[in-house]
C-alpha cells in the first residue's frame, strides 16, 4: 500500500466545491474517479481543505492510499488524460505512510482577488469579485496589517458554523497589493474558521468605501460579533494558493 | 441620426467568432439585440474585424447608425444590463458621421499567449495554446524581430483564402515576452490576412522546437509558400488588444 501525495490546481467554477456530495459535483469526485480508473481499486482521496463551490485553488494538496505500481512522474500523465481541463494535478510523490493532507497542514496560503472598475472584465468574472465603486486603497491597506496575530476570529466566522473547540487562529503574514483595477489580498495563517478569509475581504471593501475606519480591525477583533464586519465576498474571487506541511520534507 | 463608436470587450470562448452567421451565436449577434432592446430598433454593428470563433478582444470597436437620446455615459450601463458576463461594453461615444469602425483602421494590435509547461494550467485553457515542449526562447526571439517591416504576407496567409488585392502589410511592431511560464507574441500592423499570427504563432514555436532556424523568416516571406511556415496555433490564445483609426480624435 503506498500513500500518495497528490498536488492539483483546479478552477473550482463549475464544482460544488472540493468536498463530495449527493447529486452534485465535485472536484474530489472527478479525483476520484480519474484515481480509481488508472489505479483500477476504488479509492478515498483525502483532501487538505474544503473549499466552497466556485472557489479555486492553485495548488491543493490531497492523498490516498492506494496499490500501484505507477511511477510518481507519470500518475499525472495518466490522470490528467482522464480529467477534464479545469482539474490539472501538477506532482504526485509517495510519502511515508502518516502523512495527512490535512491533518499535517500547518499553514496555508489564500489570494482573494477584486476587480475595481466600473464594468465587469468578462476575463475575470469567475476569478474575481467585481466591486464597480471607488475605494480608498490606502485605508484598507492599513486595516489589513491589524489582521496579522493570533487571536479570537470569531468576528471573521461565517454566522451558525459548527466549529468545535478553539476559535484562535494565527494570521502570520497579510498582504493588499493593486495592479492596474485588481485589488489582490494575500493571508497566510496556520488555520481559517468557515469562510473566514472572505468574511475578512468583505470588511477590508468597507473599510475602502468608508463604512468602517481604518482602524476598525482591533475593536472588531474585540467584539466577536459577526454583524459588526463587512459582508462575506463573493467565492469566485477566492483561490487556495499553497499549502505547508510539519515536516519540511512533505511540502515539496 | 447618430454614429455611436462601442468599444467592446469579450471574451469569445463560447462565441463563433464577432461575425453574424445562421445557426451559430456570434459576438455580433449578442450585441445588436442587446442594442436595438435599448433604442427599440432594429440595428446593424460594423465591427473592425472578424475575429474567429474562440477569439478574445480586450478591445473591439464598432460603430451603429441609430436614433437614440441616451447619453454616451449612460450607454454601456444601458447594454451591459442586457449583455452576458462575457461580453462587455467599455465605452460609448457620438463620431461624425462618415466614421466606420472596419474601413477607417490605420493599425490593429494582437496578442498571442503560449502556455509553455508540461500539464495545462486550468486557468488559461481558454485563453492560451498550451505547448508542453521545450522551446528555445531566445531563438523564438531573434525571429521575431525579422517580422517587422513591409512585405508580401502570403506565407502567413491561411491555405485557401480568398484576399482580394494586395497582400503586402506594414508589420510596424513586434515584441515577444516571457512571464513565467507564459510566452506572450505581441504584433501591430496596418492589416492582417486570414488567420497570419495564428501561422506566425506556429513559425515561432517552429522555430524554438527547432524545425525551423532562427534566420528563416527572411526565407519565408521570399519563398511565399504556406507550407513552409509553421502550423496554425490554436484560436483561444488570440486576442485583440488595441485598435488605431486615421484620426488621432477617433482613437479616443
Redesign the interface.
Known amino acids: 500500500m503506498e500513500n500518495l501525495k497528490l498536488t492539483l490546481?483546479?478552477?473550482g467554477s463549475e464544482y460544488h466545491g472540493w468536498q463530495r456530495q449527493e447529486n452534485a459535483m465535485t472536484v474530489q469526485q472527478r479525483v476520484e474517479e480519474a484515481l480509481s480508473r488508472v489505479v483500477k481499486q476504488s479509492v478515498t482521496v483525502l483532501g487538505c481543505s474544503r473549499t466552497d463551490a466556485g472557489v479555486?485553488a492553485?495548488e491543493y494538496v490531497c492523498n490516498t492510499h492506494v496499490i500501484t505500481s505507477v511511477p510518481d512522474d507519470k500518475m499525472?500523465y495518466a490522470l490528467?488524460a482522464l480529467l477534464p481541463?479545469?482539474?490539472?494535478?501538477?506532482s504526485c510523490r509517495r510519502v511515508p505512510h502518516e502523512f495527512h493532507a490535512r491533518f499535517d497542514t500547518v499553514a496555508k496560503e489564500y489570494c482573494y482577488t477584486l476587480c475595481n472598475q466600473?464594468?465587469?472584465?468578462?476575463?475575470s468574472?469567475k476569478?474575481a469579485w467585481h466591486y464597480p465603486y471607488a475605494l480608498d486603497f490606502e485605508a484598507m491597506k492599513r486595516a489589513c496589517e491589524d489582521l496579522v496575530g493570533t487571536y479570537d476570529c470569531t468576528v471573521f466566522e461565517a454566522a451558525g458554523s459548527d466549529t468545535k473547540g478553539t476559535r484562535v487562529r494565527s494570521i502570520y503574514k497579510v498582504e493588499l497589493t493593486k495592479e492596474g483595477n485588481f485589488i489582490r489580498f494575500r493571508i497566510c495563517a496556520n488555520g481559517y474558521l468557515y469562510n473566514m478569509v472572505r468574511i475578512m475581504m468583505g470588511t477590508l471593501v468597507s473599510v475602502g468605501n468608508g463604512k468602517l475606519s481604518a482602524d476598525c480591525i482591533p475593536m472588531l477583533i474585540e467584539r466577536k460579533d459577526r454583524r459588526l464586519a463587512g459582508i462575506t465576498a463573493a467565492p469566485q474571487g477566492l483561490c487556495l494558493t499553497k499549502v505547508w506541511y510539519k515536516k519540511e520534507d512533505w511540502c515539496r
Open positions: 490546481c483546479y478552477d479555486h492553485r499525472p490528467n481541463d479545469d482539474i490539472c494535478v501538477t466600473p464594468h465587469k472584465d468578462p476575463f468574472v476569478y
